[in-house]
């Protein structure tokens, strides 16, 4: 993998409808303050827009009492203003540190996404401590990502993907980092930053340390900085391969979680597997080959029924095989390189019609090598050098196949 490219991200717990619902509970009509309506027209005068192609800004107007009902604005039955969605609105101009905006101390949601602001983040969007949404994707900001956005400790959702990942001036989290600026978001569920420069982050940053490890993991996004084309989605996939500078540990998996692909191969991740790992019911891909990985690979890995690729090579696992007799789609297994031991059962691969590749190569494996394993139809490569088998292989010409 490129040295650039960085994959990572996920996207934590909570269904995204109990958000959602919440704005829903508050879309009945309701009294426009004053203090709020202008505070509205104060912005909207403080910025710059095409108002020939801004579909909601442009209308705003003072003449039109109801500020709650302007196109954008939506208001909790007090009056007050809680949602402004202000995205693709053609703002060229920045905003002021003393901006009307951040006077709006209700709003929960912000969306400025699809905008011209080619400015730094305001850090009077740090003030908005009520924010639980805050959409900045494509909205042009470029440069450090102000710290004062970690006091936004309410945010579940934050969306920092940038319009020119490939530009110089795209956005950065350098200082502060990605572990400070969101230690203290505990209820951030949702976090984008495709595309941001993260670059600089390589060595302290450590996706599944205990910093993060409250936070539930769910399903993962990619970041990819290289491919404008990969939209921010949820892919379910956490790739953090071939990155030596990142250490780390699993300190558990989470219930239910989505999570289809994990590859954290050529990284210096270490420690053991959680037994936690059964909880990824979706699991097809585990690629952990050339960690620092120790222990036993556990038991509960039978419980993958949906695995494919398993990859476990040059790692320090110990202990024995566990039986895959359940993950009836596997088809690539390398456990080789490992100081795995004990012998090999029928309960190991019996009735697995997919297998294609095994590799138990460079273990400590003993006992009689089991005649079924050279009677599966689909088996096109078998490794079993430098272990401790004894006896004969009586059907050799089969096996070579
Ligand atoms: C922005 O609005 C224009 C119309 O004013 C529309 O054509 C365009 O698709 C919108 N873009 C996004 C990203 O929503
Ligand atoms: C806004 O505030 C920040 C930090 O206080 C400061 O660095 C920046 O220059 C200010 N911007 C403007 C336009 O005054
Ligand atoms: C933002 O908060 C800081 C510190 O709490 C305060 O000094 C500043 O006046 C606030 N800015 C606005 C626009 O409310
Ligand atoms: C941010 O806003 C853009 C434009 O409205 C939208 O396409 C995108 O899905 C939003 N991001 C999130 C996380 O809601
Ligand atoms: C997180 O909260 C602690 C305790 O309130 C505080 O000391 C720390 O500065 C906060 N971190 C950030 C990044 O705001
Ligand atoms: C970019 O993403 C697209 C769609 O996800 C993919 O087809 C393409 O191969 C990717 N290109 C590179 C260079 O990674
Ligand atoms: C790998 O992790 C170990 C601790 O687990 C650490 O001592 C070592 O410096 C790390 N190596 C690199 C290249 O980061
Ligand atoms: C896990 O997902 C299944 C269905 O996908 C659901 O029935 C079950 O309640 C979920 N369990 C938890 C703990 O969320
Ligand atoms: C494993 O860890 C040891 C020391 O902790 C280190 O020397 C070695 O380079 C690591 N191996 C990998 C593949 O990162
Ligand atoms: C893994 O095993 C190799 C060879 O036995 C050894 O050099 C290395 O230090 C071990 N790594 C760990 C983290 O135990």
Request: aromatic share 10%; glycine share 6%; proline share 4%.
């Amino acid at each position: 993998m490129n040295m650039t490219t960085l994959y990572f991200l996920w996207l934590f717990l909570i269904p995204l409808f109990q958000i959602l619902s919440g704005y829903h509970i508050f879309l009945v009509s309701s009294q426009c303050l004053d203090d709020q309506k202008s505070l509205l027209l104060q912005l909207k005068g403080s910025l710059q827009y095409d108002s020939t192609l801004s579909n909601e800004l442009a209308k705003w107007n003072e003449k039109t009492s109801e500020c709650c009902n302007w196109d954008g604005v939506t208001c909790d039955l007090s009056g007050h203003v809680i949602a402004l969605e202000l995205d693709n609105q053609t703002i060229s101009s920045g905003i002021e540190n003393s901006s009307a905006l951040f006077s709006l101390q209700y709003l929960e949601r912000l969306n400025l996404a699809y905008n011209r602001f080619s400015v730094g983040i305001p850090v009077g969007i740090g003030n908005l401590t009520n924010l639980k949404y805050l959409n900045l994707s494509n909205a042009g900001f470029v440069g450090q990502i102000p710290m004062m956005l970690s006091r936004l400790t309410k945010l579940v959702t934050l969306d920092l993907s940038p319009l020119f990942p490939y530009s110089n001036q795209r956005l950065k989290l350098e200082n502060p980092n990605l572990r400070h600026f969101i230690e203290n978001s505990t209820e951030l569920r949702e976090l984008y930053l495709d595309g941001v420069d993260l670059s600089s982050l390589r060595t302290e940053w450590c996706p599944i340390d205990e910093s993060l490890s409250k936070l539930q993991i769910l399903s993962i996004i990619r970041l990819d900085q290289n491919n404008l084309s990969t939209t921010v989605q949820f892919l379910e996939i956490l790739d953090l391969s071939n990155n030596k500078l990142l250490s780390g540990s699993i300190p558990s998996f989470p219930r239910n979680g989505s999570l289809r692909m994990i590859s954290l191969s050529n990284t210096n991740f270490s420690g053991s597997l959680p037994e936690s790992i059964s909880n990824l019911q979706s699991l097809s891909r585990l690629e952990l080959f050339n960690c620092n990985f120790t222990g036993p690979v556990p038991s509960t890995m039978a419980n993958l029924i949906n695995l494919v690729h398993l990859d476990f090579s040059l790692n320090n696992f110990t202990g024995s095989i566990p039986y895959f007799q359940r993950s009836m789609k596997l088809a690539h297994l390398d456990l080789s390189c490992n100081g795995l031991a004990g012998l090999l059962s029928p309960a190991h691969f019996e009735g697995l019609s997919e297998l294609v590749y095994i590799n138990l190569g460079n273990n400590l494996l003993n006992g009689i090598l089991p005649e079924y394993i050279f009677e599966i139809p689909s088996l096109q490569m078998l490794l079993l050098n430098s272990n401790q088998f004894v006896g004969q292989v009586n059907d050799f010409n089969r096996f070579e196949q």
